[in-house]
């Protein structure tokens, strides 16, 4: 075991929370975040248990950007 124990949680459009894994060590609670992040974009976030605290932080929606379509032939 490597460190103190964090919870990698998904941060709810609705206001809530969900738990989505323990991990020991901050490195692989933040890596393990973003493996999250990357394969199911939304808002998360790492709890330390210690320091009963948000320590790290993503949100992957907010970084996606939207791009115009291009307008469609025969368009009105």
């Given at each position: 075991?490597e460190?103190?124990?964090?919870v990698?949680?998904s941060d709810?459009?609705?206001?809530?929370?969900k738990?989505l894994?323990?991990?020991?060590?901050?490195?692989?609670a933040?890596?393990?975040m973003?493996?999250?992040?990357?394969?199911?974009?939304g808002?998360y976030?790492?709890?330390?248990l210690?320091t009963?605290?948000?320590?790290?932080?993503?949100?992957?929606?907010?970084?996606?950007?939207?791009?115009?379509?291009?307008?469609?032939?025969g368009?009105?």
């Open positions: 075991m460190g103190s124990l964090f990698v949680f709810l459009a609705e206001g809530g929370v738990w894994q323990s991990v020991y060590g901050l490195a692989n933040q890596r393990r973003n493996q999250i992040a990357a394969e199911n974009p808002s976030f790492v709890f330390d210690q009963v605290s948000i320590v790290a932080k993503t949100d992957t929606v907010k970084q996606l950007k939207l791009v115009p379509l291009p307008p469609q032939a368009a009105a």
